[in-house]
């Protein structure tokens, strides 16, 4: 760090000290804003030419499965950025500020002379439900640097030109956020950066924050709105109020049902920006611009994405998308721009990855085939036929044995087939299996070690094949048995998860304490017996005919009653884990 940046940093970390302890009560705003002491944005800043004009898509360099500890090199950087100019997307939106990449990737564009723009980023911290006040006062001194670092890339000579827009906060404010922050503190981090730079400044924030009533402190501290939309994810929650109906019955199976659900997305995704239009509008803003800060398309299942995710749909749905940007640019109705999300795979990501127009490997997925040569393709045999379209579960022979065997090397115990164990996230927890003389059951057991994410964690035993199903409809009437060992804290949770007979997955978890079921917490090891009816009492929509995930073991903080980022490590062991009729 040079000498002045140092000094920027502490005068940023001062500065939004003092910000941040009035809008918590020494007078200025709290969550929400008072309208009447925000400081309206007189003078609101345009969006560039070359902004509004350039084809846009999120780019993170990530290629491992840890991003903490790979090392981003100028040659991956510069491999990327060159494969994006080829495909003409000249217009990266950055997600931080940081040295590793922010820096790195323009001094790429920079050194190079690449003909690339950039929305830098500024990424901010939580520390709502931080306790500990070393952790906390860490926490904003860390943001304080952020906000300096994009201060100081944003006005530096090299690459102010480079850089067209800041987004101060990724999804902070939205209420499912991982990272939330009150509105009248995000406030201060936007003014901040917005007070000391020339670009056009925003906050990056999913469309339903956009779109309820918005804090005026917010809309009085930024010159454009950006928001996420993902019509494909909105899929997985039937209960919401943005589920649509993207298994379109009423259209015959084959290639026009795919159309169908295409057409629909994007009929849902211009609902949701016309929420956010409607949302800016009431409040005087009808001249303020809308971006999409993220959308985009899955092209290979990760999470619960059968019958939709495919490399076919999303290239659908991208070129629906730039048709409606394109319509837009010439209207002047519809957002400003588009940003894709995203460039590449990031395996970091685990069950969020697969966006990507490109795979991890940087082969050209069938989205943007039509720009790169063949040499680079992901695949050579795709055609506009194989896009995915919903079709109805069936439904299996019913499971015929007495006991359906998840774990257990007891005399006799027969395991069932076409299971895998998978973390949450890929490494939420460690559960190798290992030897132990004081093992219930035979001689090995479950040894799990929690790695939690800011969550909690868990560990799932779900179908080897996507879409694989068991019919344990005769188990109906018995019980999920498990032995137990451990001195965990608090509560943890036992569930399953099912489709149901229109295909819709159902989840359900009960939170277990000492003492239910046959839990407990002293240590040693205790029997478990939860009878089925349970998990059906908690979710009725749950069908034991279509069974996806026969057991799951979890500690989600926020249903057990913990603070996010509890970061509880103790152990657990497992034994003897089958359904009984």
């Not at 020339?198 to 469309?207: A, E, I, S």
Request: glycine share 6%; net charge negative; aromatic share 12%.
């Amino acid at each position: 760090m040079s000498i002045s940046f140092k000094q920027l940093a502490r005068a940023a970390v001062a500065v939004l000290t003092a910000s941040l302890i009035a809008a918590c009560g020494g007078g200025g705003e709290t969550s929400g804003g008072d309208a009447s002491k925000a400081v309206f944005i007189t003078n609101p800043r345009a969006l560039p030419a070359e902004y509004l004009g350039r084809q846009a898509v999120a780019y993170s360099p990530f290629r491992s499965n840890n991003r903490d500890t790979e090392t981003i090199t100028t040659a991956m950087v510069k491999e990327d950025l060159d494969l994006l100019v080829r495909g003409n997307f000249r217009l990266i939106r950055l997600f931080d500020s940081s040295d590793k990449v922010a820096k790195l990737v323009l001094d790429v564009i920079a050194d190079n002379n690449l003909d690339m723009k950039v929305q830098l980023g500024a990424y901010v911290n939580t520390f709502k439900n931080v306790d500990n006040p070393y952790v906390k006062e860490e926490i904003k001194t860390a943001n304080g640097m952020e906000l300096a670092r994009a201060v100081a890339l944003a006005t530096n000579p090299k690459y102010k030109d480079t850089i067209l827009a800041v987004s101060v906060g990724n999804e902070t404010m939205v209420n499912w956020s991982i990272v939330p922050i009150d509105p009248a503190d995000m406030a201060a981090y936007i003014k901040y950066v917005r007070d000391r730079v020339t670009q056009p400044v925003t906050t990056d924030d999913n469309f339903l924050f956009y779109s309820n009533p918005i804090p005026k402190v917010i809309t009085d501290q930024i010159d454009f709105a950006a928001i996420h939309a993902y019509p494909n994810i909105d899929t997985e929650y039937p209960d919401s109020d943005f589920y649509w109906d993207w298994k379109q019955l009423n259209v015959p199976e084959g290639p026009a049902r795919a159309k169908a659900m295409m057409d629909a997305s994007i009929v849902e995704l211009k609902e949701q920006y016309q929420s956010t239009r409607v949302a800016l509008d009431s409040m005087g803003l009808d001249q303020m611009p809308i971006v999409f800060g993220e959308t985009g398309w899955k092209a290979r299942i990760t999470g619960d994405q059968r019958f939709r995710a495919h490399p076919v749909n999303q290239k659908m749905y991208f070129q629906r998308l730039e048709e409606w940007r394109q319509q837009s640019r010439l209207s002047g109705a519809g957002p400003a721009n588009i940003f894709y999300f995203e460039a590449f795979d990031e395996p970091w990501k685990q069950g969020d990855d697969g966006w990507g127009l490109f795979n991890v490997n940087r082969k050209a997925r069938y989205v943007v085939q039509n720009l790169y040569p063949q040499s680079i393709w992901e695949s050579t045999t795709l055609t506009d036929n194989d896009a995915v379209y919903f079709l109805p579960p069936a439904i299996n022979t019913p499971f015929a044995d007495n006991q359906f065997t998840l774990f257990s090397d007891a005399v006799g115990a027969v395991l069932a087939s076409g299971l895998r164990v998978d973390a949450f996230d890929g490494n939420s927890v460690n559960a190798p299996t290992v030897n132990s003389a004081q093992a219930p059951e035979g001689s090995s057991v479950i040894q799990l070690t929690p790695t939690p994410k800011n969550y909690g964690w868990g560990l799932i035993w779900g179908p080897q094949t996507e879409g694989t199903t068991q019919n344990l409809s005769a188990f109906a009437g018995g019980s999920l048995n498990l032995w137990v060992k451990g001195a965990y804290p608090g509560k943890i949770e036992v569930g399953l998860s099912t489709l149901t007979t229109e295909g819709e997955s159902q989840e359900v978890y009960l939170q277990i304490g000492n003492g239910d079921y046959g839990y407990c917490t002293t240590d040693a090891w205790c029997r478990v017996t939860i009878p089925m009816q349970a998990f059906k009492t908690k979710n009725p929509k749950i069908d034991f005919q279509l069974v996806v995930s026969p057991f799951i073991i979890a500690d989600r903080y926020e249903f057990t009653g913990k603070a996010l980022n509890s970061n509880i490590t103790t152990p657990l062991s497992l034994d003897g884990v089958y359904w009984t009729r």
